[in-house]
């Protein structure tokens, strides 16, 4: 049973580029979180999407964007790169109801140069 | 608004002895709440988490931790640590079971020495 996947592992990015981010669930979950981890702090809410649609979203401004396919993947979208924007990039999958806990993808590293 | 506090930013600790590591929390309403292990380069991984009944809640890989509403606390303890268990440590709490946004502290790195 794959867990949460993400790709790519590792993207450098120049400021003022887009970048898109991609996670696939774990199997039977259709509820994606992505999350911002900036070295050496805490996971930062960005948003979540339940059936195509975001359902609740943290403090992070419009350039951050996301989309969620009919087969529960989903992309993260960031326009106009800040170098601020560089950190761990973390996806979590959860059945959206009951008592599930979230589980996490291994992350994608972005720098932006 | 939620928020938690891990006090302790960096703990190191010997091999076999005991490990508690700190954290306490501010929610409006009943809290759920959870420890996650970061080891580098990965992604979280849950040790354990409260939702509501005994205070004291088992996890994996030897760990507990325990409730305190009157302290806002929720610390995470282990009887007696192994190398393995050098990483980084994360409270959170969330809401609607966790199954919405999860507020993370700033964790807690733990090093263990022989």
């Known amino acids: 049973d794959a867990g949460v996947t993400q790709s790519p592992t590792h993207l450098i990015k120049t400021r003022g580029q887009q970048v898109t981010l991609r996670c696939s669930p774990k199997?039977?979950?259709?509820?994606v979180s992505w999350y911002q981890q900036a070295l050496g702090q805490g996971p930062q809410f960005i948003f979540q999407?339940?059936?195509?649609?975001?359902?609740q979203r943290g403090n992070f401004p419009d350039r951050f964007s996301g989309h969620q396919f009919p087969n529960y993947s989903s992309e993260l979208n960031v326009n106009a790169l800040l170098l601020g924007d560089s950190a761990l990039y973390l996806c979590?999958?959860?059945?959206?109801?009951?008592?599930?806990?979230?589980?996490f993808g291994p992350g994608t590293r972005l720098t932006v140069t | 608004a939620q928020s938690v506090t891990q006090p302790d930013i960096h703990i190191t600790v010997s091999e076999g002895a005991s490990l508690e590591l700190r954290c306490n929390y501010s929610?409006?309403?009943?809290?759920?709440l959870f420890w996650y292990v970061q080891s580098p380069g990965q992604g979280l991984q849950l040790l354990l988490k409260?939702?509501?009944?005994?205070?004291l809640v088992q996890g994996i890989k030897g760990f507990e931790a325990e409730f305190k509403r009157s302290q806002s606390s929720f610390n995470l303890r282990k009887p007696s640590v192994h190398w393995s268990d050098a990483a980084e440590y994360f409270c959170?709490?969330?809401?609607?079971?966790?199954?919405?946004?999860?507020?993370f502290g700033t964790g807690t790195r733990l090093t263990i020495i022989p």
């Open positions: 979590a999958s959860t059945d959206g109801q009951g008592l599930y806990e979230q589980y």
């Open positions: 199997s039977g979950h259709d509820t």
């Open positions: 999407y339940y059936e195509e649609e975001e359902r």
């Open positions: 929610y409006g309403a009943t809290p759920y």
């Open positions: 409260y939702f509501s009944g005994d205070t």
């Open positions: 959170a709490v969330g809401n609607n079971f966790g199954n919405e946004k999860l507020t």
